[in-house]
């Protein structure tokens, strides 16, 4: 039987794996798509084994599903918590700052996204239409709150929200448009604060708040 810290060690050598697993498997499948990628092509970019692979998550299809949960869990952990009482300058401030920064640091999750809706979100209908669907009625209530409140414009809040995805996901999504434009071969740190700070001036600006 084994002792407590056997038990942490084998629970902390399972969490590095799958992280591991999902790092190289959200590469893959911004390269190659999720029809391209193969459990096994993920596995060499692992540099594990496949069998380890499957013993984690059985198919490409749960690994998939796996990595879009993730992305979906890091944008909802960026804004989830804002309440009426943060006002609507700090709501959109919070909620800029987290999707530039994701986008930033976690672009393939953001490519992958993008790709699943636009190949008609086959693996994510069922959560578009029962928790997203929620979380953005939700959220776009909050919105019509405040402006009921006379605390900002009257501007449309479900659309407000797709602005504000839209435009922070764009530096993920279209990085390589954008680098090729800018001439560069990479972003930099200063690129993040910068769009972070345009951003939020422009809709702040848009909606009274600025």
């Given amino acids: 039987m084994k ?12 969490i590095q794996s799958q992280h591991k697993i ?10 190659q798509g999720f029809k391209g990628a193969t459990v096994q092509s993920i596995a ?32 909802d952990e960026g804004i989830g918590d804002i309440t009426p009482e943060d006002g609507p300058k700090a709501a959109i401030e919070k909620f800029i700052d987290a999707k530039v920064r994701m986008s930033f640091k976690h672009p393939e999750s953001s490519k992958i996204y993008a790709m699943e809706i636009i190949q008609g979100a086959q693996h994510l209908k069922d959560f578009a239409r029962t928790y997203q669907r929620k979380w953005v009625r939700e959220k776009a209530q909050l919105f ?24 922070t ?3 993920a ?20 604060e910068h769009v972070i700070a345009f951003l939020t001036d422009m809709i702040l600006r848009g909606c009274g708040l600025n």
């Fill in 22 to 31: 999902m790092i190289a498997a959200s590469t893959e499948f911004v390269l």
């Fill in 3 to 14: 002792n407590n810290k056997e038990i942490k060690k084998t629970g902390n050598i399972r």
């Fill in 44 to 75: 060499d970019r692992a540099g594990l084994p496949k069998a380890n692979i499957l013993y984690y998550f059985k198919n490409k299809e749960n690994i998939y599903h796996a990595v879009l949960e993730h992305t979906l869990q890091m944008w």
């Fill in 144 to 167: 019509q709150q405040w402006i009921d409140n006379g605390e900002m414009r009257d501007v449309d809040p479900i659309h407000l929200i797709f602005l504000i995805w839209s435009s």
């Fill in 173 to 192: 999504d279209f990085e390589t448009q954008i680098l090729t434009i800018m001439n560069r071969a990479d972003y930099e740190d200063e690129d993040v």
């Fill in 169 to 171: 996901q764009h530096y």
